[in-house]
């Protein structure tokens, strides 16, 4: 049983536990903002006592937000981030980590908040956790379908147009038959034929282009994207058991669905004999035999169609519309009390009839109690005892004396000491007990008394209407919004799609302040790596400047390198065109900064014949800002045979963060060094 729990929605609301835990945390934490999906996983299964795997919790939370062709025709939270799309039937979503959610403004027209006070909560360790059900204004398990398969049962329920729902429940008001509806998906622009009793044809769109070409601009109701593509590819290459049949596939998609296909002649004529769609597999069927559901009741039924749902469920709203409207009127019947008693206290203090100041609580409540001022509970109940005795120990008296210091008010210590119930008279605040405070409750006792006479004169199928009736603009707007995210696919002249942007967070100046300090960080990054560059107006004693940023250890190393730079190179003179035989290692443009270069080339080797191994090396490692090191000496002393043959060219390539030297005697191929400094 407890798999079917878990597996079959509930008639009432659609939902699955782990769905009506999500709506109860969200409704708990007040989401107003967006939250990330991972974070309010977490919040739910700590406040709500979810008992498995947070990885299916923050599924369900993505599978809630989901609003692309085929999911949800009305999704309760709001999709901000890739939450998946109709390519793959949502399984492309991202990690839960990288996207947010919060509530689709249209929610809390589906599920009011005055009927919470009206469900029946369950017990979880001690611990309130979600409702039984829901009362959403229309059964929504008809308007985004339902399927599960549990131990001994499956459900299958497709999603009905909510418009279409409204009608119907109007139509059991005024006492008429409903009228018949058929499966209707957001977005979706195929056909959907009834061909039996609880039976469906669904078929996609595919025209003739011309003699040869075919384009198909809608699928079958939830048969993604991806399955059509790897029907058509097979098509295209052929497989074991079937030729190739279509000449060329492509793929034209933007907001909607369009392959284009090529075929022959043959080919051709055979799929018109045999029918496009047919040909193509855009022709599915949807079934409304296999409707089952926990009934209010939380028993397992089977439904005969969409009619049943809609008249077992209208019947148990129209009860707790009734039970809304006594609890509202006795609650406004409270709220008018508890305001003309509050009027009436402060009227009497001004007047002197009463005396509050320098008196214990106790002799207060005491004089309250004979004047008839009655108590009222956490709930705003009213709560007439006669001769309550007020005990108060002596950490209680310390309190309170503490809190009459800081706060200049009566304040009454919230336990389960009757005298509590006299809060809303003893912990106004002083300022409140003055003339105009006095008028102003007056004019609140007032309005709320014209508020619960309007509600006395409505009926509960007049509430239901005005809930429908506010129901039907937000679902316009929701329309409307949805459209409009739709759009925003389209691709831009550059062929790129334009992605769904999360919205901005209300707190701007967090923002601005967040985009300053990246900003200082860049710069401060561009400013510490130095850089090595050779242009046409700079000359080459940029080594220098590079040599100088080393360690002190290294400086004196620097200047007579320095110093041979200086002397070996008169000029710097950039060529547009590579030298012939030259290779630049790393695509970057290269200058010959010794000119001659045979005529230096004795000079540079007798100069570092000067330095050992180690020295060069040390000038590389003192520069903290090189992310990688040489793995060996890149400068040899040069061996005899070296010193004594004049080799044929020797150059320096600058890169932006290294100089290199190619030597052509060495070895017939080119070796590459790099300097370090």
Partial sequence: MADN????????????????????????????????VAQLAGYISEKTGYHHGEQSLMMSIISLAQDFVGSNNLNILRPNGAFGSRAAGGKDASAPRYIFTEFMPITKKVFNPEDNPLLTYMQDDEQTVEPEWYLPVIPMILVNGAEGIGSGWSSSIPPFNPVDIVNNIRAL???????????????????????????FRVEGNIEEVDDNTIEITELPARMWTIQMKEFLLSGLGGNEKMKPWIKDMEE???????FVITLSDEEMEKTRRM??????????????????????????????GAAEIIEEYYHIRLDFYQRRKDYLAQHFSNQLEKLSYQAR?????????????NKKRTVIIGELQ??????????????????????????????????????????????????????????????????????????QRDAKEAELNVLLAKSAKDLWNIDLDEFLVAWDEFLKEDEENRLTLVPNENGKKKQRKRRAPKAAGKTETKKAKTTKTTTAKKEKTPTVTVKKEKSPSVLSSRANSKTKSSTSKNSKITDFVKSATPEVKTEKEEPKGFKS?????????????????SKFNSVFSAFSNDDLISLSDSDDDEKEKPSSSIFKKPSATT???????????????????????????????????
């Avoid at 559901?293 to 397992?300: K, L, M, V």
């Avoid at 000491?417 to 002083?430: H, R, T």
């Avoid at 290692?585 to 080339?601: M, P």
């Avoid at 004594?644 to 005697?665: A, H, N, R």
Wanted: charged content about 30%.
């Fill in 5 to 36: 729990i878990r597996s079959l929605p509930s008639v009432m609301d659609g939902f699955k536990p782990s769905q009506r835990k999500i709506l109860y945390g969200c409704f708990l934490r007040n989401l107003k903002d967006e939250i990330k």
């Fill in 173 to 199: 008001m005024n006492g008429e038959e409903m009228s018949d509806m058929i499966p209707w998906f957001k977005g979706w622009e195929g056909t959907v034929t009834r061909i039996a009793k609880d039976k």
């Fill in 252 to 258: 034209q998609h933007t907001t909607g669905i369009r």
């Fill in 275 to 304: 029918g496009l769609k047919t040909r193509f597999k855009l022709i599915s069927s949807i079934s409304t035999s296999n409707m089952v559901a926990f009934d209010p009741q939380g028993r397992i039924k089977k439904y005969t």
């Fill in 345 to 357: 206290f402060i009227k009497m203090v001004i007047e002197g009839d009463l005396v509050v100041s």
């Fill in 370 to 443: 004979k004047l008839g001022f009655p108590g009222f509970d956490k709930d705003n109940k009213p709560v007439r005892v006669e001769n309550i005795k007020v005990e108060m120990d002596s950490e209680e008296e310390e309190e309170l004396e503490k809190l009459a210091e800081t706060t200049t008010t009566v304040v009454a210590n919230k336990t389960s000491n009757p005298a509590s119930n006299y809060d809303y008279l003893l912990g106004l605040q002083i300022w409140s007990l003055t003339r105009e405070r006095y008028e102003k409750l007056l004019q």
């Fill in 585 to 601: 290692v790393f695509g970057s443009k290269s200058a010959n900064i010794f000119g001659a270069a045979k005529k230096s080339s």
């Fill in 643 to 677: 010193n004594k043959t004049k080799p044929k060219s020797s150059s320096f390539v600058l890169s932006d963060d290294e100089i290199e030297i190619s030597d052509d005697e060495t070895s017939t191929k080119k070796k590459t060094t790099s300097c370090p400094f």
